[in-house]
């Protein structure tokens, strides 16, 4: 069974323009969470998406969303890229049909923004 | 504030030998708990989990601890190999869903 995938693999905006991730979780997980991943402020958690609605959202300003589409494949947008934007972008995916379970994780897309 | 942390930022190990990584956490609802690999340039890895209801889970060559007396979780290596070198997350689950919150992380590196 195919892993998580992430596309873009790299990506390099500058200040002010807005950003589009994608992620395509593996065959039959119903659930994706994203995650940012920066060495100062670790592993953090952005949103899951389970049945193409919004079901936890993390401590991150509204210029950060996300959407899931039928499939359960997820894109996630940041709009007005700022510095500190920048970031390896995880994907995490999971069945969906508990309370807690394990999760995989995508490569990542890693941002620059400049 | 309340946060999933690390006693040892980083590891060294001989080849051969066990390892033994920590991890302390703060919220004591927390009630279940992954531990992850993450090699340079690729995406956590999944290697063991437990739940608060079991104090101790084995995997292959990798063993989990949990004492919720004082919120501490290890990760026990095996006979660690050159391939374990990577940084290892240990992760908590507090609410409903998927929210799991990481610790900042401890980079292991295998001696030869």
């Known amino acids: 069974k195919a892993g998580v995938t992430q596309t873009p693999r790299y990506l390099i905006k500058t200040r002010g323009q807005q950003v589009t991730l994608s992620c395509s979780p593996i065959s039959g997980h119903r659930s994706v969470s994203w995650y940012q991943q920066t060495p100062g402020q670790g592993l953090q958690f952005l949103f899951e998406?389970?049945?193409?609605?919004?079901?936890n959202k993390g401590n991150f300003p509204g210029r950060f969303s996300g959407r899931q589409f039928s499939n359960s494949r997820s894109e996630m947008n940041v709009s007005t890229l700022e510095l500190g934007d920048s970031a390896l972008y995880l994907c995490?995916?999971?069945?969906?049909?508990?309370?807690?379970?394990?999760?995989?994780f995508g490569p990542g897309t890693r941002l620059l923004v400049l | 504030g309340e946060s999933v942390g690390l006693h040892l930022p980083t590891l060294s190990v001989q080849e051969g030998d066990n390892s033994i990584i920590n991890c302390a956490y703060s919220n004591s609802a927390s009630d279940y708990f992954i531990w992850y690999k993450q090699e340079s340039g690729k995406g956590p890895q999944f290697i063991i989990d437990i739940r608060s209801n079991m104090d101790k889970r084995q995997g292959q060559r990798v063993t989990v601890l949990l004492n919720k007396t004082v919120k501490h979780l290890s990760l026990q290596i095996a006979a660690t190999q050159p391939g374990d070198s990577a940084v290892y997350f240990c992760?908590?689950?507090?609410?409903?869903?998927?929210?799991?919150?990481f610790g900042p992380g401890t980079r292991l590196s295998v001696l030869p």
């Open positions: 995490a995916s999971s069945t969906g049909s508990g309370d807690q379970e394990t999760q995989y």
């Open positions: 998406y389970f049945s193409e609605t919004q079901r």
């Open positions: 992760a908590e689950n507090r609410n409903y869903g998927q929210n799991f919150v």
